[in-house]
């Protein structure tokens, strides 16, 4: 029995349970409970889209332009997208007691659904189709309004904290815009303000 008491045999088996219950705790306690990080699993799955909205969405996706600059290794150089300011949103994080709260103030560029966008020269009909294509975008809004809510306070003090947990953020606005879009449109989303307290 003294074997089985002694400090090589305890050490490890304490430390082990530790990590286990400690990984355990991570993975399996509620996430309005402190973490020392925090795992958040999802499973990609095809959205539904409502058949109102399907008929007013454009027929033909338009790929995605990255911002200004050029590509790697190509003499291409890429035109920027419309800079689309959102008002700024002030949310509750998703801590216990909803004690912190979040500022921020957002602005999204977007592709226009027209292709003929960045053939035109700056001019009335680049203006012209630049001014319907936001005008399809406003009346979304609600919808874009919704989802950045929804998403900002999902969050949690940790999640927000570091570089990679915006980086984080904006990949999933990005994403979640576009799929209610319908089309890749979203191809930055820039926090021009935020502010955790």
Do not use: C, H
């Not at 003294?2 to 355990?24: D, E, N, R, T």
């Not at 995605?64 to 003499?75: F, H, I, K, N, T």
């Not at 890429?78 to 007691?97: F, R, S, T």
Request: no cysteine.
């Amino acid at each position: 029995m003294k074997k089985f008491l002694s400090p090589k045999i305890i050490i490890p088996v304490v430390v082990f349970l530790l990590l286990v219950s400690a990984v355990g705790y991570i993975l399996l306690a509620p996430s309005t409970w402190w973490k020392p990080f925090y795992v958040k699993m999802e499973l990609d799955g095809a959205s539904a889209v409502p058949e109102a909205q399907a008929a007013t969405m454009p027929q033909s996706p338009v790929p995605a332009q990255p911002a200004a600059g050029s590509l790697p290794g190509s003499g291409i150089q890429q035109q920027p997208g419309i800079m689309y300011e959102l008002d700024n949103k002030v949310v509750n994080l998703a801590e216990p007691g909803g004690l912190r709260y979040l500022q921020a103030a957002i602005v999204l560029e977007l592709v226009p659904v027209d292709p003929m966008y960045y053939s035109l020269q700056p001019g009335e009909e680049r203006d012209k189709i630049e001014e319907d294509f936001i005008g399809q975008i406003d009346a979304r809004r609600p919808i874009i309004d919704d989802i950045i809510t929804t998403k900002l306070s999902s969050r949690s003090f940790n999640e927000v904290a570091t570089v990679e947990g915006k980086q984080a953020l904006k990949d999933e606005l990005m994403t979640a815009i576009n799929d209610a879009l319908g089309y890749q449109s979203v191809t930055n989303v820039y926090f021009t303000n935020f502010v955790v307290q």
